[in-house]
T-cell receptor, first 112, second 114 residues
Framework: GNSVTQMEGPVTLSEEAFLTINCTYT??????LFWYVQYPGEGLQLLLK???ADDKGSNKGFEATYRKETTSFHLEKGSVQVSDSAVYFC???????????WGAGTKLIIKP | DGGITQSPKYLFRKEGQNVTLSCEQN?????MYWYRQDPGQGLRLIYY???????QKGDIAEGYSVSREKKESFPLTVTSAQKNPTAFYLC?????????????FGPGTRLTVL
């Protein structure tokens, strides 16, 4: 079946470090891919998305490229800030069943 | 100022009681969703609705019920049949259910069973 696998956390980095959070997916077809962010005690916010292969989503300095050949959608940021500390979720949406399929989330901790 | 509101933010329930969580959106979205989030885990779909007066079970619908009498509202009732209801509940909505339709989330309700 369709699934999303994220790297396990927590990921702990120093401020201004380079960030990569890995996300790979299994899908029979051509899903749309999403990254959501959840700050402590809050709901989820869409961070970025890509709807077809080779698309790059970007927002707030974060980027992710839809790689069909490696079935990946890794999240990157060149220089993280303390305010980026949150839980990041990768998800896919298939047009066959219209339901978001979620990764388990990766907690990111940025130390000053 | 469009968005999704959920109330209450925190809810406490005694065992054996039913409780209803509110979700309202003013985004004119057709589709609405309820998810459950447990600590350290991803989201699991409880129910979803594509249109008024219609809804479908998600992956973990047992012990829950919903209604969709208005486009703007999609309340979730956690019944006494739900064996482990303590969790964070998130409501979402989207314009439709195409793969390009982003789901937007409310701030969540944290339910604790005493």
């Amino acid at each position: 079946g369709n699934s999303v696998t994220q790297m396990e956390g927590p990921v702990t980095l120093s401020e201004e470090a380079f960030l990569t959070i890995n996300c790979t997916y299994t899908a029979t077809g051509y899903p749309s891919l999403f990254w959501y962010v959840q700050y402590p005690g809050e709901g989820l916010q869409l961070l970025l998305k890509a709807t077809k292969a080779d698309d790059k989503g970007s927002n707030k300095g974060f980027e992710a490229t839809y790689r069909k050949e490696t079935t990946s959608f890794h999240l990157e940021k060149g220089s993280v800030q303390v305010s980026d500390s949150a839980v990041y979720f990768c998800a896919l949406l298939m047009d066959s069943n219209y339901q978001l399929i979620w990764g388990a989330g990766t907690k990111l901790i940025i130390k000053p | 100022d469009g968005g999704i509101t959920q109330s209450p933010k925190y809810l406490f329930r005694k065992e054996g009681q039913n409780v209803t969580l509110s979700c309202e959106q003013n985004l004119n979205h057709d589709a609405m969703y309820w998810y459950r989030q447990d600590p350290g885990q991803g989201l699991r779909l409880i129910y979803y609705s594509q249109i008024v007066n219609d809804f479908q079970k998600g992956d973990i619908a047992e012990g829950y019920s919903v209604s969709r009498e208005k486009k703007e509202s999609f309340p979730l009732t956690v019944t006494s049949a739900q064996k482990n209801p303590t969790a964070f509940y998130l409501c979402a909505s989207s314009m439709g259910q195409r793969t390009t339709d982003t789901q937007y989330f409310g701030p969540g309700t944290r339910l604790t069973v005493l």
